[in-house]
Structures are given as structure tokens and as C-alpha cells.
């Protein structure tokens, strides 16, 4: 059990999490959606089956070893939303979809032909999205025909089954994915999911016909990205950084036990500068970080921190976050008080 | 054992570490410096007890999680550089003083008066330097008076050894610590050690007399701020990160398998932009970040990487790396090859 005294260290609302969590479901659920889960953002299998339990029809991983932590706690369906690629990882991928329902995306013939041959060997089948950039230029291809094409080389392919397209984050002129889908009917498949993503914007999935899918992770936790995007507000934000001021070099200045190390580099979006959000005093600023020590401007508080004192961070970027501390403390009715490990930590690969 | 074609992952040259560790020794033994060894950059025992054995005096820790991971792993000498405060940390440090040779940073009465009950009640005791704000403004007392009153305190309190002064970095004027120790020196008490740090600028320490250690951490791996700062060139940085091209969008764009979980968000310093260096490519440019993908401008290479080829990148900030990931692939004649767990990854508190 964590000592609250014990600085730095996360903290979880989990009655928070669950009306985050239901608010997105019944949003999807109105309107048709299948809700995929995005771990990303808790990397807790706590957390995942409790997304599941309220309606979510699946999880999303980004990397193979995220899957494996998620699958050996039971999770059982499962979209990489990552290219799987080389020997190691597609040996992995097939041992995966030994135990679980897999779907992969491809945006090249090298990923495809790498996932078919590991899957064929292993005799197992995943799924297959294409991958289409609309616009964010990191993954996905460029134009219908390539996607057309894609597929049809997914069908072909032993240990594949093409089942549909995929795109990230959901764009709002969706024209690249609707023409996929027509290049690949024209080809003669079905384009059964067409996948989009994104916690900004995720109410305005249904405004984008076509979609069937959507992968969300932020939402869970919310953070000082999606306040500014406007998806969440400070109070419903679940995740929280505990963090001590252990020093007052000077009038106006603060300094805290928590950095880069605690609240990552990530910077927030929009007109909204600094590392986090100090909720007992809003108009505190947090100006820079070192790996330890969070460099807080009190020179607009009526009373500032004082040296020992415990304040509460609402970071820029909780999946970030989530990524550096080994378990979470968690508070709420929902659940007696508890350590949960933060389970698929670190895993990059 | 890390798959080589499981990517991404940290690889470090075993070899190049000592030549970066007997460099630093030979300047610090050439001007009667101590050194003493941040474990911040690496957190693995194996290379902390490489820097002893080469002759450094001691090592020097952020928080009391590290070392006691450190401690554990039979390094016995260890500088706490951060402000210790709070009943639980001074319960672990008054653990700690039991089983190795401490010494502490204080900067005001509640960090000392905390300290002193902690360690007096255990019946041991740790050495206290008094922490000066050379300019950083971090942590640290601003005047020799308040530096010469903590002290006097410090040499009054049960627990506590007074023994000198710190600052973080060295300063290029160090006038205050000048000032100080004549302030400390005036109450009565003698300054036995005056400590200061930083890689950038290392090498100038003996211009400034008066100090009486070196604390060093990124010298050992080197990065792409050292290369701004001029401290080692890129052959010369023994971390590098493991990656594989994942996607070719589009000409011009590659995507690797390293983002900001692997390579941190941290910028580089002066007119490096961009999250990294790509030994092979050179003129390629890591542009932006996701938590999984790194984004590459590849347009101004000759010739620009394939899916599925592996890159190798030099990082910008080591420290932060390492904490990312559980474990480096060692390499070169000084070891044979092996995965060290960095074993005091992720002790932020």
C-alpha cells in the first residue's frame, strides 16, 4: 500500500473512472457504436474489465506486449492499432492469437506478408483493418486503390481475414475512408468495421457515417489535454498526481517533488502552458520540471504552499503519466482503498 | 534476452562506458576533485560499481528510492541531492543511514528539524551539506546568512553532521559559496566538502576553487545534449535506442517503432531540434513524437529507409530514457553480452 505521505505518487477516483466510463459507453451505445477500449491511458487490467463490463466490445493495444499483459488477464479481443512487424514480434502476435481474438492493421505489403506467415505457421487467423491516412501522415496509405489493394492481398493470404478499414484519429472530412470502402467493394469484399479513434471529438463520431468503431483511452482519466479540448472538465478528471513542496528558494517560487519523471515533458494543447494543473491552487503555474523537481510560480496565489505541504496535480497527459509509475492508488465507493499495479507499464514492444 | 529484431530497445557499449568513466576520473584525480557518480543517467548497480572501482568517492542519488536500490546492491557512499521531507522518507533515509554512508541536502528548518528527529530516533546519523541557490532557483538558501544559520542548526541537531555546502549546477560565479563558507567559517564550523554538479561544463571545475567535488551523471552514456554542450561527440555516446521503421507513409516520411515512451519528450538543448540523432541517416530528422511512433522527415536523405530496416538512435536526454525501460542490452569486449535490468528505473519516490 502506498503512504500518502509518501510523495510522489498517482492517485485514482474510480467512482470517477465509472461515470467516465458510462457517460462514453451510453454515447456509443445511442448511437450504434461499437466502444473499443483503448488501454493506453491506465495500462490496468482493473480498468479494462470494468470497460468491458459496461458494454465495450473490446480493447485496443497499441504494441504486442501490452495485448500479452491484457491477454493473460483475460481480456479476449484485442486490435493492435500498431504495425506488427519482424520475426520476433509476429512470432508473438501468433502465440497471441492462440488465446485471444486478434485484429491487426496493415498499411504494406511487408507487414501483411510478415503477419501471414507467422499466423499461417502457428495456424491461427487475426483479423485484418487497412490502415488509411487521413491526414495525421504517421501510418496508413494514401489513396482507395492502395487500400483496395491491401485488402485484397489480406484475403488472399493464409491466416488473414480482411474484415475492414481503420484510421486515426477520425477525421472530419472522412472522403478518403468512404472511397476505401467503395474501391473495396468494387473489389468484390465486405467491409464489415471501419475503425476511427480519438478521445477530442469523440462525440462527433456519428456525425462521420461510415464509422462502426470507436477506439477511445483518454476519456477513462481525462487530463489537462482533454479539459482543453473540452471533452472533460478538471473535476471529472480521475487521475491525479500527489506531490510535496520540499522547498521555497525564493519569494513567488515553489519547488515539488514531482518532474519529468513524475508528470512526463508532454506539453498541454491549446492556450494552456505549464506541466499540470494545481487543483488547491489554481492560480499557481507550473513554469519547467527537472527529472525531480516540479518548478511551480505561486506569485499570483493569495497564499502559497508551504514547505512539507501535499498538493494535487491534474497532469497534461495521463497515458504519458500512467507510463511512469509502477501502480496507482486508488480511492472511491466503487472499490475498497488499493494499490493496482499499473500492469503493461514499459511495454514499448 | 533482448531479441535484436524486437524492437524498440536500449543497447549500451560496455566499452565506450569506461573510456567516458576513466576520462572524467582522470580530470577529477588530475585536479583533486572527488568525484562522485549520478546513478540518475544509468540506475544499474553493475555500472555504479564500474565508477567506484575507477575511483569515484562515492555515488550520488535523487531520491531515497534509488538509493536504496543502490544500497541493496552493496554501494555504500551515497549523496541524497534532494530535499528529504516527510515522516515516511525520513523513516526509509534513517534505514538507509544504518546501512551505508549518507549525506543529505537541506535548505531550510523543516527539511533539517525532519531529518534530525528521524535519524536521531534510529541512533544513527548522516552528513548534511547545506544547499545554496547559485542562480538555479530550484532549491537552495540565497544568502550566506541563511546559509550559515543552517548550518549552525545542523551542527546543533541530534543526527546530523554538518560538513559542507552544495549547489546545482556549478556556477560560473561562485560567489555565494564563496560567501557562504566565509559565513559558516565565521560561526565556527569547519567546511569540509563543497559540492557541486553538471556535466555541461564539468570540465571547468577546477577554475573554480573552492570545490571541493564533482557530482556527474550523463558523462557515462553521453547524449544529444552533451553534443550540444560540447562534453562528448556522437561517437562517443555509449546509450543508443534500437528501432525499426514501421511505415512509409508517404515520400519523404518514415515512422519508426520508438515514440515518447521510448525516447522521452524531452527537447535537446541550443540548435538541435527534434526528439533524436539517426547514426545511420544522418540527415534524417526524428520531427515529432506519439507515445509509440517517432516521426521522421527522411526527405533530405539519399537514400531513405525501408519497412522493416533498424535504426539506431542517440537519445536527447539519457536520464530520462532509462527511466522508460526496464532493461539494456549490454555490448562490447568489457562484458559479454547481456540485458541489465536498470533496477532503480521508475523510483521517483
Redesign the interface.
Known sequence: VI?A?????LEVDLDQVERNIARMQRYCDDHGLALRAHV?THKIPEVARRQIAAGAAGIVC??VGEAEVMAAAGLDDILIA??V?????TR?LANLAARARVTVIA??H??LR?LSAALAAAEVEAQVLVDC?TGL??????TPEAAATLAVEAHALPGLRFAGLFTHPTPADAGLLHAARRAVEHAGLAVERVSGGGTPGAYATHLNRGITELRVGSYVYGDRRCIADGTLSAEECALRVRT?V?????PG?A?V??G???L????ARGEHPGFGLVVEYPAARIVAL????G?LDVSRCESAP???ETVTVIPNHA??VS????SVHVTGAAAPEATWAIAAR?A??
Open positions: 503512504d505521505a509518501d510523495t510522489p505518487y493506453k497499441q504494441k500498431f504495425p512487424i519482424g520475426a520476433a514480434k508473438r498499411d504494406s511487408a507487414v510478415g491516412d501522415h504517421r501510418t496508413g496509405v494514401g510535496t520540499v522547498s521555497r528558494p525564493r517560487s519547488t517533488d514531482a519529468s519523471k513524475t512526463t515533458s508532454d506539453p527537472s527529472e525531480e523537481h518548478h508551504a514547505v512539507g497515458c504519458g507510463n511512469l509509475h509502477d514499459g514499448v514492444r
